[in-house]
């Protein structure tokens, strides 16, 4: 359910390409992953699209997507 409807298709098809751009496309260029700041650099650059209840989670989960880590974590570190 998104925003009190149920999502579509569409929506998700839609979703999964922001996603991709914002760890794996131009966006992650701006955010440059995996170089120190790279969250916070996330966190203003989506910032500006959504709001400050979300952009944190976000940002966590786009971390773990193009870096396979938590914010916090290196890749190859050991949990």
């Not at 440059?32 to 966590?60: I, S, T």
Request: aromatic share 8%; net charge negative; charged share 20%.
């Amino acid at each position: 359910m998104t925003a009190g409807r149920e999502a579509t298709p569409g929506d998700a098809a839609s979703t999964e390409r922001l996603m991709r751009y914002w760890a794996e496309g131009e966006g992650a260029a701006k955010i440059q992953w995996g170089v120190a700041g790279d969250f916070d650099r996330c966190v203003v650059e989506l910032g500006k699209y959504v709001g400050p209840g979300v952009v944190k989670g976000l940002c966590a989960n786009l971390h773990h997507r193009a870096t396979g880590a938590w914010p916090g974590h290196a890749a190859t570190e050991q949990h």
